[in-house]
């Protein structure tokens, strides 16, 4: 290794986020591990070595250096629940919501979900790379460099592996890592409303199989709530995803628990997402579980709803939590997981630390991925966020505004 492939980047606070792969629980949730007056030195695409300034100027005297005096270095935030593939943005429902009509009444009127899977049913596959290609570079320029994206949208075999295709493409060119998702079961689409048994059969014997053979997916999502998917129906294409070696992912109790957390853990599920009204019992088994509970504070904002999630309960109990975004044109339309961190310290009662620790490291074990992704450890992939603010609490604290003012991916600098 010659020095000048080496680079050390040189910042007044860097965030280790240490404590390797798996997820952080109580205590280590909010250990961010701080280094004042910090650097990075990164070779290969990969972080070298973290500590003092000083002691990396003394280690690599003649390596480059970057000065990112005044900034907080920390691992690349890591969303891990977007819907970042759809078409055009809902602005008509939205109108129609701050007025003051009721989502169920807009979903009568043909807006919601199925608005979306119409849209995009009509679109091009390519047509389909360039709108997410555009939002997820405005999530890496907010400092996010691994995203889950969930398909959903298509809701028949050939949209969904359209969607698929596209986050594969975007996935190859290899700027921002991402992580897919198959998420047929997103909604009854409005030609199986009185079939709905005929749709979760089409799931689980046909699209499954064929999602799983193409390899375009590596987890299996299902909306589980009252008016969406019972649990039944969701036992029944969990199953058939295991069988087909995805793995399981569940929204659960978004807005009324129907034993979503519960079912989650029976399944071994990578993460249960929203949980705003979890049960007592869900609390418990995702404290005895490997199941990331991964909040989404962002969608209850722009509903403009309260019951947020338990997250002080879920911590104190030992429940590994992560946050994300949940982007999506309906629901959530935010690329920004700076401002998730704002609402967890404010609405959620988390620590900044906390909310650091949850949109990085938590959110690769919600991910499962086990490259050191989500902490700065040496080793992990040199994937690098930086804000500029001296102070990490300052991110959640000066809120709704994008600090982030490089990334670096695999070591190469990209924002
Ligand atoms: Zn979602």
């Excluded at 952080?24 to 990075?40: K, M, P, T």
């Excluded at 009568?108 to 290609?133: F, M, T, Y």
């Excluded at 699209?207 to 589980?224: K, T």
């Excluded at 911590?315 to 309906?330: E, K, Q, Y």
Aim: with cysteine; glycine share 10%.
């Amino acid at each position: 290794m010659t020095e000048s492939e080496r680079l050390v980047l040189q910042a007044t606070q860097v965030l280790t986020c240490p404590g390797g792969a798996g997820a952080r629980r109580g205590d280590a949730l909010s250990n961010v591990g701080l280094v004042e007056d910090g650097a990075v030195a990164i070779a290969d695409g990969r972080v070298e070595a973290v500590g003092k300034k000083a002691e990396l100027r003394d280690r690599f005297p003649d390596a480059p250096r970057v000065d990112l005096s005044g900034c907080v270095l920390s691992p690349g935030l890591i969303d891990s629940h977007t819907h970042a593939v759809f078409g055009a943005w809902r602005l008509d429902e939205y109108e129609l919501r701050c007025a003051g009509v009721p989502y169920m009444e807009i979903a009568k009127r043909g807006g919601g979900i199925n608005a979306s899977v119409a849209d995009l049913r009509r679109r091009s596959e390519e047509e389909l790379v360039q709108l997410a290609r555009g939002r997820l570079r405005r999530m890496l320029e907010h400092g996010t460099t691994t995203a889950e994206v969930k398909s959903g949208y298509g809701l028949t075999l050939e949209d969904e592996l359209k969607m698929l295709r596209a986050i594969r493409t975007l996935s190859d060119e290899d700027w921002i890592d991402i992580v897919p998702t198959f998420l047929g079961a997103h909604s009854i689409p409005s030609e199986y409303k009185e079939r709905r048994a005929e749709y979760v059969e089409l799931v689980a014997q046909q699209m499954m199989p064929a999602v799983a053979e193409s390899r375009l997916a590596i987890f299996c999502d299902v909306f589980m709530e009252p008016g969406v998917f019972t649990p039944g129906e969701t036992r029944r294409i969990l199953e058939s995803a295991v069988g087909h070696g995805l793995v399981p992912r569940i929204h659960a109790d978004e807005f009324e628990s129907s034993g979503g957390a519960e079912l989650a853990c029976e399944f071994g599920a990578a993460s249960a997402d929203h949980l705003g009204a979890v049960s007592d019992s869900g609390i418990a088994a995702l404290a005895d579980s490997g199941t990331v509970a991964t909040l989404l504070p962002g969608t209850l904002l722009f509903l403009g709803k309260e019951g947020y999630p338990p997250a002080r309960k879920l911590i104190d109990r030992g429940v590994a939590v992560a946050l994300a975004t949940d982007f999506n044109p309906g629901s959530s339309p935010t690329v920004n997981l700076q401002v998730v961190m704002s609402l967890a310290c404010s609405r959620l009662s988390m620590s900044p630390a906390e909310a650091f620790v949850a949109a990085t490291a938590n959110g690769a074990a919600a991910l499962r991925l086990s490259d050191g992704s989500g902490t700065l450890e040496v080793g992990a992939p040199a994937d690098i966020a930086a804000f500029g603010v001296p102070d990490y609490r300052l991110v959640p604290y000066l809120y709704g505004t994008n600090h982030c003012v490089a990334v670096w991916k695999r070591g190469r600098r990209i924002h």
